[in-house]
């Protein structure tokens, strides 16, 4: 399974732009990159996919650099329902490989 | 509520007992699957089924796990024996795949089942 690094914790602002790096450098052709977010006490949901283009939904946009070796994910204006841990995820099969993800917490 | 529901929520059990979990996917959602979860850590895949078939197993299902799906609709997932180190978050989640669209189908997951084995 490709390998995905992304910083522990990171914090910011409430109602200020967010961006989660996400490094994987061994990105196959055919992964595309995922983005889950799990907030306290519930499961995981779905955020945003992308394969080679910038992707955009109401959630958040997802930039994918032009090599495939990275990218982030920009939540817009940060809220307080925002604070989770996201993961960044390769996915080559059906199964979704979380690696531990990125604790992001919002100041008020 | 139409997502998907897991139970029970919380399950306290001691070493030895076998234990049972069940999950009810959305409806129509042909694939499910079962992710573990320990403190602190992301989920770990267990296994997944297409309909009521089981194609996937990872190594961490050990002989002592089972899961059924056995009319691709709800399924369940035993532990059998249970061991300390089998105290986690059971999570259960559900999709439906278009078959065009490769790997971009949403997996909906659950609240999970806190499983602690004294």
């Known amino acids: 399974d490709a390998k995905t690094t992304q910083p522990n914790s990171m914090e910011s602002n409430e109602e200020e732009p967010v961006h989660l790096p996400c490094n994987h450098s061994?990105?196959?052709?055919?992964?595309?990159i995922h983005w889950y977010r799990q907030l306290p006490s519930q499961g995981p949901e779905y955020v945003i996919h992308?394969?080679?283009s910038n992707v955009n939904n109401r959630m958040a946009s997802l930039a994918i650099a032009e090599d495939r070796k990275s990218s982030t994910l920009i939540l817009h204006r940060a809220t307080l329902r925002d604070a989770a841990v996201y993961y960044c995820?390769?996915?080559?099969?059906?199964?979704?490989?979380f690696g531990q993800g990125t604790r992001l917490t919002i100041n008020p | 509520d139409t997502g998907v529901s897991q139970n029970p929520r919380h399950k306290i059990t001691k070493r030895g007992q076998n234990v049972t979990f069940r999950c009810d996917p959305i409806?129509?959602?042909?694939?499910l699957y079962w992710y573990r979860q320990t403190l602190g850590q992301g989920p770990e895949f267990l296994t997944y089924?297409?309909?009521?078939?089981?194609?996937?197993k990872s190594r961490l299902l050990s002989d002592r796990f089972s899961a059924e799906r056995p009319k691709g609709s709800f399924s369940t997932l035993e532990i059998q024996r249970t061991e300390q180190g089998d105290s986690a978050m059971y999570l259960c989640?559900?999709?439906?795949?278009?078959?065009?669209?490769?790997?971009?189908?949403?997996?909906?997951f659950g609240p999970g089942t806190r499983l602690t084995v004294l």
């Open positions: 989640a559900s999709s439906l795949p278009h078959r065009l669209a490769g790997l971009t189908d949403t997996q909906y």
């Open positions: 061994t990105i196959s052709g055919t992964d595309y």
């Open positions: 992308g394969l080679t």
């Open positions: 995820i390769l996915r080559g099969a059906q199964k979704l490989v």
């Open positions: 409806s129509e959602h042909n694939r």
């Open positions: 089924f297409q309909n009521e078939a089981q194609l996937e």
